[in-house]
């Protein structure tokens, strides 16, 4: 069976993440974001904490980067998938240096004309790029496939 | 009952100050806000907490009839899940509120649908409250639970390959 990891930090990256759970339907799905009350949205499935991080807290990827390592090792993911944001782009670099995960960025739907600081980076680990507004489209990526609303 | 909401991430004061000062002015309307775990300034004119467990969160959604809230897409798919009305004011960089200035964009984007209010300003905020708050037959339009089928069928099929 399929073995997905799908990463979100919280607000509107966990409810992107969680408009797509059709999507992982027949797999076998973990759920990684920053809150743990998230957990009962996911029913069924194992659901990881992780700390969040942003550019007002740098310190935090000391706290981040062994919980990332310890949940892939363990989850050994086919395929790792996110909605962002910053904590969630440390999670696709680490899928693939460590398990060789294949790695889906879909850049949040609140970045309507620019993208985001980590979705511009994500083309760096990112196997599937992509952006939820066709005017963010581009010929060098990312990918328009549609949007979550 | 207005339910004030900023996210759960950072603090937002500028907006918990501006609606305090309007709930001041509008002693009638019960207001009640979610100010976040790190917010520095403390209202003074409507009841406050800082994270409120997810069914008493829900419980006041419920009770109220308008939300205003920081220019986040979760704040719109709170709104059009319960069919409330929505004031939005975006967080701005400039004032260390977020790390970019995206939601100016979110909230440029959303202002156009059903039910949605943007105040950009501070000063901007009574108006868009009283816009809300003149039309309680308008909410933001309900959603499908999930992205629409096509996406999700593009999706799957590359989490599969």
Not at chain 1, 122 to 137: C, E, I, S
Not at chain 2, 97 to 117: M, N
Request: charged residues 25%.
């Amino acid at each position: 069976m399929r073995k997905v990891l799908a990463v979100a930090s919280g607000g509107g990256h966990w409810a992107d993440l969680c408009r797509l759970y059709p999507a992982f339907s027949g797999m076998d799905v973990a759920f990684v974001s920053v809150h743990p009350n998230y957990a009962r949205q996911v029913d069924g499935h194992r659901f990881y904490t992780m700390r969040d991080v942003s550019r007002f807290d740098r310190w935090g990827v000391f706290l981040l980067l062994p919980q990332l390592v310890r949940i892939i090792l363990k989850e050994r993911p086919d395929v790792v998938i996110t909605t962002g944001s910053a904590p969630a782009l440390f999670a696709l670099a680490l899928a693939k240096v460590l398990v060789r995960a294949k790695t889906i960025w879909i850049d949040d739907i609140a970045n309507v004309e620019q993208l985001s600081m980590s979705g511009s980076l994500a083309r760096h680990v990112a196997d599937v790029w992509l952006t939820q507004w066709p005017g963010l489209q581009t010929e060098q990526g990312p990918e328009y496939w549609g949007a979550v609303l | 009952m207005i339910l004030v909401t900023i996210g759960t991430m950072l603090p937002f004061d500028r907006l918990v100050r501006a609606v305090d000062r309007w709930a001041g002015e509008h002693t009638e309307e019960e207001v009640v806000a979610q100010i976040g775990e790190r917010g520095e300034y403390e209202p003074k004119n409507m009841r406050w907490m800082r994270l409120a467990a997810p069914d008493e969160f829900a419980a006041m959604v419920d009770r109220s009839r308008l939300l205003i809230a920081h220019a986040g897409t979760g704040s719109f798919l709170l709104a059009a899940e319960r069919a409330r009305p929505l004031v939005l004011f975006p967080r701005r960089a400039a004032f260390r509120e977020h790390t970019s200035d995206h939601q100016l964009q979110t909230a440029r984007w959303l202002r156009e649908k059903a039910g949605v209010y943007v105040a950009m300003t501070e000063d901007e905020l009574p108006g868009a409250i009283a816009a809300a708050l003149a039309r309680p037959d308008i909410a933001v339009e309900a959603l499908p639970r999930y992205a629409p089928a096509p996406f999700v069928e593009r999706i799957r099929k590359a989490l599969l390959e």
